[in-house]
Nanobody, 124 residues
C-alpha cells in the first residue's frame, strides 16, 4: 500500500503564491506517475497537473497552464505544485495522487492512490 501526505495549503490573497508538497511512503514506486487534482463541494474532481516518471514530462489542466508548475524529487518521493497568480476560483481541496504505473493522464480514474487533501483558499 502507498500513503500520500500533502502539505502546504492555506489562505492566500488573489495574485499570491503557494507551494504544495506531497510525500509518498509505503510500497512506493519511484517511477509512478503522480498528479494533483482538486475538488470543490458538489463538483467532480478536476485535473490540475501531472508528472510522469521521467523529468520534463508534465501536463496541465487548461486553466492552470502558465500559472502552476509541477515537479518531483524522486530521491525524496515527493512531488510539488508551485501555484502562482492564484485566483479565487482556484479555491478547492487539492489532492495528491499516484498511479501504479509509469504514465498518468488527466483522468482521475488513472490514479490508484490518493492523499487526504489540503485546503487552498484564495481570497479576493
Amino acid at each position: 500500500q502507498v500513503q500520500l501526505v500533502e502539505s502546504g495549503g492555506g489562505l492566500v490573497q488573489a495574485g499570491g503564491s503557494l507551494t504544495l508538497s506531497c510525500t509518498a511512503s509505503g510500497r512506493t514506486n519511484s517511477c509512478s506517475a503522480m498528479a494533483w487534482l482538486r475538488q470543490t463541494p458538489g463538483t467532480e474532481r478536476e485535473f490540475v497537473a501531472g508528472i510522469n516518471c521521467r523529468p520534463g514530462s508534465t501536463y496541465y489542466g487548461d486553466s492552470m497552464r502558465g500559472r502552476f508548475t509541477i515537479s518531483r524529487d524522486n530521491a525524496k518521493n515527493t512531488v510539488y505544485l508551485q501555484m502562482n497568480s492564484l485566483k479565487p476560483e482556484d479555491t478547492a481541496v487539492y489532492y495528491c495522487s499516484a498511479t501504479q504505473g509509469t504514465y498518468g493522464s488527466s483522468s482521475p480514474a488513472t490514479y490508484n492512490y490518493w492523499g487526504q487533501g489540503t485546503q487552498v483558499t484564495v481570497s479576493s
